[in-house]
């Protein structure tokens, strides 16, 4: 096991609700199983990332219970995925909300970007899914579609709450990326869609990989770099649907480059920090 990677994934968070029967008036952070499984698919050892902060991080005397910050998580884990889940709050990308029901959830925000950010510093391999893309596009400068059908007048139904992750449409790559180099071959260009937000403005210093043919949707994007980053702080890459939750026998799209590409440069970036580290998986 010592060569297995570390990747760290991003919690999501129930905040207290009285009509819950569980821990009502707690903060929960959790992660969806699909999404451990897949990491654990390619051999590599799944982390939830609590948020550092919160209501349980402060003692009754004010004083903090801890010095864990999320930079600690950054050094120790050789990378990240940024877990999808609940809208991203407007007010992450300068607006109000245009519907109370599309406020999202501005801690869960603030404590991704940081998150984002910390991983990207230290130099470690970054892929955002889902909620995912749209955090990291809101994180380095970009901003969305509060509400596609509202917003993008003709656009594809891209989410449908009784399907769910059996909604499908096709893939666009464009020529010449990095995800096309990736999955190019592959003719089943067939992906889930659950989501009704989505890319508006790329942020700077990002590129477009892929996109739904029918609407011109973002589906895909990746970081080209920027000046005086970190060795491996590029690679920040991210897609809009969930390929921890696509199944071989809906002929869908095999998702498996992307994250052998991102292990990849997760193994790359521990070699350089402990060059013993091995360059394969056991």
């Not at 050892?45 to 349980?56: K, N």
């Not at 950010?117 to 809101?138: D, E, M, S, T, Y």
Request: glycine share 10%.
């Amino acid at each position: 096991m010592s060569g297995r990677l570390k990747i760290g994934i991003s919690a999501c968070f129930l905040h207290p609700d009285p009509g819950r029967s569980a821990f009502a008036f707690k903060t929960l952070q959790y992660i969806e199983q699909s999404m451990a499984h897949w990491i654990m698919a390619a051999g590599a050892l799944p982390v939830m990332i609590p948020s550092p902060a919160g209501d349980t991080a402060v003692r009754a005397d004010g004083a903090a219970r801890h010095d864990v910050v999320l930079a600690d998580y950054a050094q120790w884990l050789d990378g990240v995925v940024m877990h999808g889940g609940a809208d991203v709050w407007p007010g992450s990308y300068g607006e109000e909300p245009l519907r109370p029901e599309w406020r999202g959830d501005a801690i869960r925000d603030a404590y991704e970007i940081a998150l984002v950010h910390a991983f990207a510093a230290a130099g470690k391999p970054v892929l955002g899914i889902c909620r995912g893309l749209q955090l990291i596009n809101v994180a380095f400068g970009g901003t969305l579609y509060q509400d596609i059908a509202t917003q993008h007048p003709g656009a594809l139904t891209h989410r449908d709450g009784q399907v769910y992750d059996r909604l499908f449409h096709t893939l666009e790559l464009v020529p010449g990326t990095r995800l096309a180099q990736l999955l190019g071959d592959d003719p089943r260009r067939t992906i889930n869609t659950i989501h009704h937000q989505g890319i508006k403005d790329l942020a700077p210093g990002f590129v477009v990989e892929a996109r739904c043919p029918d609407d011109g949707i973002i589906e895909a994007i990746r970081r080209t770099g920027a000046p005086h980053a970190a060795p491996g702080a590029s690679y920040v890459a991210a897609v809009q649907w969930h390929p921890e939750f696509h199944r071989p026998e809906d002929g869908v799209l095999d998702d498996t480059p992307v994250l052998r590409d991102f292990l990849d440069a997760a193994r790359a970036a521990c070699a350089r920090q402990s060059p013993s580290f091995p360059t394969a998986p056991d």
